[in-house]
């Protein structure tokens, strides 16, 4: 198992019009095959800092990820949105239990 976590910034005037892009990757990726799970978050404290959290079966459903087309549209909005401070750490997992 992949997890992928960490945050990315947007300036807070624009949050609002990245918001349909945000859910249009979030839809796009939580239907690919290997996804488990898939979330953005808002902070409480600093709404300019989105949380990220992915969940992905192998590094071959992250890669088939990374090359999909929905990918290559959300890169290109991010630029637009001005999504900056891309901070993100790939773990890999060997063994989950829940709390």
Not at 11 to 40: F, T, V
Not at 54 to 78: I, N, P, T
């Amino acid at each position: 198992m992949i997890v992928i976590a960490g945050t990315v910034r947007v300036p807070p005037e624009k949050i609002d019009g990245a918001r349909p892009h945000m859910e249009k990757m979030l839809n796009a990726s939580r239907a690919e095959a290997g996804c488990i799970s898939y979330s953005y978050a808002q902070d409480v404290l600093d709404p300019s800092l989105i949380h990220v959290a992915e969940v992905w079966e192998s590094d071959d459903a992250l890669k088939m990820h990374f090359e999909s087309s929905h990918m290559k549209e959300w890169r290109a909005a991010g630029a637009t949105f001005g999504i900056s401070d891309r901070n993100l750490t790939r773990y890999a997992v060997t063994d989950a239990t829940p709390l």
